[in-house]
Structure formats: structure tokens, C-alpha cells
């Protein structure tokens, strides 16, 4: 029998229902992002001198109707110190969104409770329900230990951990050291 490889491209979109990206869900979210952020660097005084910066990045993000069209328009620009900074931003409201805290709780807690909090199943993380059905059809067991099919890859260039997430919550499992022992 052949043993045909087959490769699954997850790309925009796959995470859709779990990290807002569009409208008002995401315009909401950004700005409790920055508006952490700011009170953050404010009460712990630091990174205070690239504040405005972030700030003024921030901001163009938010007044564009998606982070992608921002993006495409400073490669579009040869704009690429300008991308690297968006890509940061983003970055940085990505994993605010993979660990997400209710708005109240984040600010009940402030800065100083949140780095005291060190394992994301004590956060609110909200995996895509697409991804366990996903991963339960896809997974093989060999005794306690999960694993891909041979012929099986899986490509992702999205900017979360959703799939990750969704493989700890799956199999109990915690730690990327589990899933780089997949394949």
C-alpha cells in the first residue's frame, strides 16, 4: 500500500472563534491591551521611554480596518522598521489574548497579581473548538503516548498557539516538549 504524505495548512482564519482579529471583538480587546500595557509600564515604571512609541503604533493599528492591511500597506511602503515594530505590538497582543483575563479580573489583579500567575490552565484561555475534534481525528496512542502518523504534517503560520493549546488540553500533556516529540 502507498503511504501517500499529507500535509494540513492552517492559516488565517483557523483561529477565529478564540482571538479576535476583526471588528469591534478586536478593536475592544486591543485596547484593553494597551490600555494594560500602559497602566503596566506606568506602575512598574519601566520601559517608560518606549511607552509613546508603542502608543503611537498602537494607535495605527487600531485606526486600520485590520492588522494585516496595516501590515501589507508598510511592505507595500518599504516601510520594514516600521512592520518589525506592528509585528511586536501584535506579538504582544497575541499572548494577552492566549492567556486572557476577563477586563475586571485583569484589573483586580493588576500587573504585580498577573506575573505571579505562571500556568496558563489558571487563565482563561479559550481554545477554538475546531481544533479537538481536529486533533482527536489526526492523533495516534501508542501506549500513554500520543503521536502523528507517519505520513501526517501539519503547518501553521498563524500567530497564536491555538493548536498547542488545544493538543494540552486534549492529552493532559503540558510542556512544547510534548509536542516536538510528535512527529
Not at 500567575?117 to 477554538?128: C, F, G, P, R, W
Not at 500513554?144 to 503560520?157: A, D, G, K, T, Y
Request: aromatic share 14%; hydrophobic share 35%; charged share 25%.
Amino acid at each position: 500500500m502507498e503511504n501517500n504524505l499529507v500535509t494540513y495548512y492552517l492559516g488565517a482564519g483557523a483561529s477565529a472563534n478564540a482571538i479576535p482579529t476583526l471588528g469591534e471583538a478586536f478593536k475592544e480587546r486591543f485596547k484593553l491591551f494597551v490600555e494594560f500595557v500602559s497602566e503596566f509600564s506606568k506602575q512598574n515604571k519601566i520601559y517608560e521611554s518606549e511607552l509613546s512609541e508603542f502608543l503611537s503604533i498602537a494607535n495605527e493599528i487600531s485606526e486600520n480596518y485590520t492588522p494585516d492591511t496595516l501590515a501589507k500597506k508598510m511592505t507595500i511602503n518599504r516601510e520594514f522598521n516600521k512592520l518589525r515594530k506592528i509585528k511586536k505590538v501584535l506579538t504582544g497582543y497575541f499572548c494577552f489574548e492566549q492567556n486572557r483575563i476577563d477586563a475586571e479580573d485583569l484589573f483586580r489583579i493588576g500587573p504585580e497579581g498577573l506575573s505571579k500567575i505562571d500556568n496558563y490552565k489558571t487563565l482563561n484561555t479559550i481554545v477554538d473548538g475546531r481544533y479537538s475534534p481536529y486533533l482527536s481525528a489526526i492523533l495516534d496512542q501508542n501506549n500513554s503516548q500520543f503521536h502523528l502518523p507517519e505520513n501526517l504534517r501539519i503547518v501553521s503560520w498563524n500567530y497564536d498557539f491555538q493548536l498547542e493549546r488545544a493538543y494540552f488540553e486534549l492529552t493532559g500533556e503540558n510542556g512544547l516538549h510534548s509536542i516536538n516529540s510528535l512527529g
